[in-house]
């Protein structure tokens, strides 16, 4: 059996409620009619943090992938790594499809669905799947290459991947001067990916803990300073609302590092994490639709805060309980994901 690393379930569980968070509140804070009220400065807030669900899940997989030795073996990797990621997208793609059929949003056109499985999935939340099949494909390469580099070289090799399409982006957006170089040397969600490795291999003391909590907290009050001065009653402006956007990316290692020194295993609330972190991948799958449900048939009339919590909430506990379910019947459960 495994050996548990308990602050990686408090990341889990923290970044799959951050992509509930978000998906809750995507429909509210664009909304100009709410622009300066209260409502709206507390998504400005919500939305820094709840950015940064993916980019946290995507250095979790880089902290336990480089870190394994079976990462080298390319045939067991792969033939692991892809039946685990590859049959359940194939499913919801496919459950996705029906549903939206069903509810009358869209026409079945046989074309459509293969074209849309071909792209990035029928549904919004499963482009995600698809990265993670690209990140898979060459992480047995990234893993020859970090083992033969010292950790001042691995630290190098992350600011490479990250200036391009993380920090190049930013200085061409928040100054006047704009920077070409050189087109991007890595996509930029691999830098995550490797971000979680490295970060997992720095020793924490009071200093970096300090460090990483300023640049955590800097990039969440860069999020919420520029969306607030971008924005205004005519149209919201979400700059920084990128994938690679260094705000997010700031905050994901500030939150990475900080629970890295916090959640160790003796922990008492470590078996809380522990359950949400074991079905976050089929409370990842199935929440969309969980959300659908109630936006269109048990939604309550109240302000934005307060309906936008109520999703989060029922999607939250409806879709750990769907996940739960199914993940205990045998024969379904690795076709679905759960």
Known sequence: MKQRIYYLDFLRSFAILMVLALHSISEYIVNPAIYGTTSWYVYLFVNAVSRTGVPIFLMISGCLILSSEHTKNFRLFYKKSFTRIVVPLMFWNVAYYAYKCVRGYIGFNIITLISDFLNAGTEYHLWYLY?????????????????????????????????CTTIRPFINTVTPVYIYMFDALFNGYIAFFFMGYVLSKIKINYKIVITFSVIGISGMLMSVIFHHVQSSANGINLIFNS???????????????ISKHIFDQKNPLKRIWTVLSKYSFGIYLVHVIVIDLLLNFFMIDSSPVVSSAYIFIISSVVSLIISFV?????????????
């Open 243 to 257: 994938g690679y956007s260094l705000c997010h990316c700031a905050l994901a290692a500030g939150i990475f590092v």
């Open 326 to 338: 199914f993940g205990k019947i045998k024969y379904i459960r690795n076709i679905i994901g759960f």
């Open 131 to 163: 990265t993670l099949i690209g990140i898979y494909l060459i992480a047995p390469f990234l893993k020859k290459l970090v083992d033969c580099c010292t950790q001042r070289q691995q630290i190098w090799l992350l600011f490479l991947m990250l200036l």
